[in-house]
């Protein structure tokens, strides 16, 4: 049996066929009403006193708590996605002409916790200056009324572990309380779950020792079977080693998901359970194609036999639109691309299709939440507002899987969102706000600026999509050039101390000196367009940033970045970098080392590997849990107890550890970002090839 496992994200309810419904809620409240009457008059004295104090601190709370959360979404209920049905849909989506130049499969030779629920105005916001480099007025700091150690709607803040979406993405809303901190009570907790010592393997508190590589093992599939030309080069002995480490730590990684969560979406490696969101298999399918590049042949065998025997779409459940495309669909079109195998190919096809009920809004943006098995889409139930990242992040899928299956009707509904965010009233200066209506079409929340969660890859894709389509869509580069000099412009600052350059957020023309570790994916992205021709001082903001990423590990004692980090714009001798006891955790994230990975291949700088080598270690030292897997921490600041938070998220295996190897590849044909680009989720898809003339 596996021990209970805590709740720690959205709840699905799966119904089962076969399981008993007995309903013992009844029971359950006749028992409590004896054991109430079993207490001493003192005991429930003492019981009805302490719940009135928790009742009346919590009424104390509320204003500040509403204040915090001023300019967000006034949400209920913001955790119960999941259980609402909308109306059928009726099937048949008009279809339209594939793109010219669409002519079946490439040739095989040749894309949400605790964290940022948004830009809320912080003690240390600032008037936005009128334009770039005007020096910043710091208002000394208010004595503002907050409730620091809670993060988003007030509905979210309960205790323990709980996750709710944010651009997709589950967000876990820890409340960490000052005594956690200083290894109080709710640190003994974690440590009844397992010690953190004892999670560990006791030598591994340095990194294990690297294997000597060997070659015949290390070596990827044959090439006649790997049409994506993804045979490694010969590499040098140092690079060897660093691959082989990865490796190590992949397999590691997948022996935890094998021995305790095998085909469920997450692997919980302290309780030796697993956590299910959508019930999709999701590690095993976000690691399908790293375990391809790794050459780890009998993984992925094993992996793809379950993928033919057991995924089925064809199950009552909602999923997030986008999580499933990024992480699924992505998955399976980049195993497809990689193997040339049709399976893949076939389950992309039957999930691609079984996603399009979610466009069947007023206003073709789409929903949030698709039923697969019973074509039913809806919005979370609390607003009819998406996502904006989540709605313009699903492109290069839904694009490439028209392209590829010769059906255009994804390609259409996709770009269909594109062209009218294009259009849309309420960007500042290229920059969007992070929501969008499916009734009407509009932006809603305006005002509100972030390169962080909500709104991240709506730039990343922008400039994906113009790569993806051969650098033809005029609207997408418009765009991105566009947004570039809105960041340039509003949100980009340096520090007081080190003179560090960040990307902040912009609320209502108040800027607040907040940057999610999501927002590490920037130097990435820029440095890849910079590459394909965009101007030269995207690039210089790229090494800017990623230096500024790297220091967001450095200054930790951990050697790993929190979630968030603020930045202190004092000019004094004091810290750069600025992390809220909330914004602790690191939940194994991959934006900083992908952003390595582009930064490498561009520069061949090494340092940039050897930055990347310094976080694998850090991972393998502080995250590593011994019997299998590893962990999200609850504290980056705290080398003696991180606290595991007992969930390795797919992301580790499908980008972090990918990304790792590719950046400690010498092998530039390697997946060569002039052949390939990346979906959000780490997951290569080929370039198109350019229409005959
Ligand atoms: C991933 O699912 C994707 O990279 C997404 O774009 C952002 N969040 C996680 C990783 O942090």
Redesign the pocket.
């Known amino acids: 049996m596996y021990p209970p496992s805590r709740k720690d994200f959205i709840s699905l309810t799966l119904s089962d066929p076969h399981s008993h419904t007995y309903n013992n809620g009844k029971h359950r409240r006749q028992s409590c009403w004896r054991k109430w009457k079993q207490l001493s008059r003192l005991q429930r004295s003492l019981i009805l006193f302490l719940l009135a104090l928790v009742l009346i601190f919590g009424l104390l709370s509320f204003p500040s708590i509403t204040e915090q959360w001023r300019g967000l979404p006034d949400r209920e209920d913001w955790l119960e996605l999941n259980d609402r049905d909308l109306k059928a849909i009726p099937p048949g989506l008009k279809p339209v002409l594939a793109p010219a130049g669409s002519k079946g499969p490439a040739p095989m030779a040749g894309?949400?916790v605790g964290p940022a629920v948004g830009p809320a105005v912080g003690p240390e916001a600032v008037e936005e200056p009128r334009g770039p480099n005007i020096p910043i007025l710091v208002k000394p700091p208010t004595k503002k009324k907050t409730f620091p150690h809670k993060r988003g709607p007030p509905s979210l803040q309960k205790d323990g572990n709980i996750s709710d979406t944010v651009?997709g993405?589950k967000q876990e809303h820890e409340v960490i309380r000052e005594e956690e901190e200083e290894g109080g009570e709710e640190g003994d907790k974690e440590k009844k779950i397992v010690s953190w010592r004892g999670a560990m393997i006791e030598a591994d508190q340095a990194t294990e020792p690297p294997p000597s590589a060997n070659e015949k093992e290390a070596a990827p599939p044959p090439a006649q079977a790997n049409p994506a030309g993804t045979v490694p080069l010969e590499v040098s002995p140092r690079t060897v080693d660093r691959l082989e480490v990865v490796r190590d730590a992949f397999r590691h990684a997948w022996k935890g998901y094998k021995d305790h969560a095998w085909g469920h979406d997450e692997l919980k490696p302290i309780s030796k359970s697993f956590g299910e969101w959508f019930g999709l298999g999701l590690t095993l399918i976000d690691s399908l194609d790293t375990m391809w590049i790794m050459g780890l042949k009998e993984e992925f065998a094993e992996a793809k036999n379950w993928v033919e025997k057991e995924l089925s779409f064809n199950k009552n459940v909602d999923v997030n639109l986008f999580?499933t495309t990024?992480?699924v669909l992505g998955g399976l079109l980049s195993a497809y691309h990689l193997t040339g195998d049709q399976l893949f190919l076939e389950k992309a096809k039957d999930l691609g299709s079984r996603l399009m009920p979610a466009f069947k809004t007023p206003s073709k943006i789409p929903f949030s939440d698709v039923n697969i098995g019973k074509g039913t889409a809806h919005p979370p139930r609390w607003t009819s507002d998406s996502t904006l990242a989540e709605v313009t992040?699903i492109q290069l899928e839904f694009r490439e899987l028209s392209r590829i299956s010769h059906e255009p009707q994804y390609q259409e509904v996709a770009n269909e969102v594109m062209k009218l965010v294009h259009k849309l009233p309420g960007k500042q200066d290229g920059l969007v706000p992070m929501f969008i209506n499916t009734n009407s079409g509009q932006f809603t929340h305006k005002g509100v600026f972030t390169l962080g969660a909500r709104a991240?890859?709506y730039y990343e894709y922008l400039l994906k999509q113009w790569i993806q389509g051969g650098k033809t869509e005029d609207h997408l580069l418009e765009d991105y050039l566009q947004a570039v000099e809105g960041v340039k412009k509003h949100l980009v600052r340096q520090t007081g101390p080190s003179r560090l350059t960040f990307v902040g957020e912009l609320s209502h023309n108040r800027f607040n000196p907040k940057m999610d570790h999501?927002v590490c994916f920037l130097p990435g992205t820029l440095a890849l367009g910079a590459h394909n021709g965009l101007p030269g001082d995207h690039m210089d903001l790229a090494v800017q940033l990623m230096e500024t990423c790297h220091q967001m590990y450095t200054q930790m004692e951990t050697g790993l970045s929190p979630e968030i980090a603020h930045f202190s714009l004092q000019a004094s001798d004091g810290r750069d970098v600025v992390v809220k006891p909330a914004d602790r955790h690191n939940?194994l994230?991959?934006?900083t080392v992908e952003s390595l990975f582009y930064m490498y291949r561009f520069t061949k700088d090494t340092k940039y590997r050897d930055w990347g080598w310094e976080i694998l270690q850090s991972f393998n030292k502080y995250t590593k849990v011994s019997s299998g897997g590893y962990t999200s921490i609850n504290n980056v600041r705290d080398p003696v107890n991180p606290g595991p938070r007992d969930k390795m998220e797919s992301?580790f295996l499908g980008?972090t550890l990918k990304y790792l190897y590719l950046l400690f590849s010498d092998d530039m044909e390697l997946l060569s970002l002039d052949k390939y680009v990346f979906n959000?989720?780490a997951h290569p898809l080929p370039i198109w090839p350019s229409p005959p003339k």
């Open positions: 894309p949400l651009n993405e999580e990024i992480r992040s991240d890859s999501l939940l994230r991959p934006e992301f980008e959000t989720e």
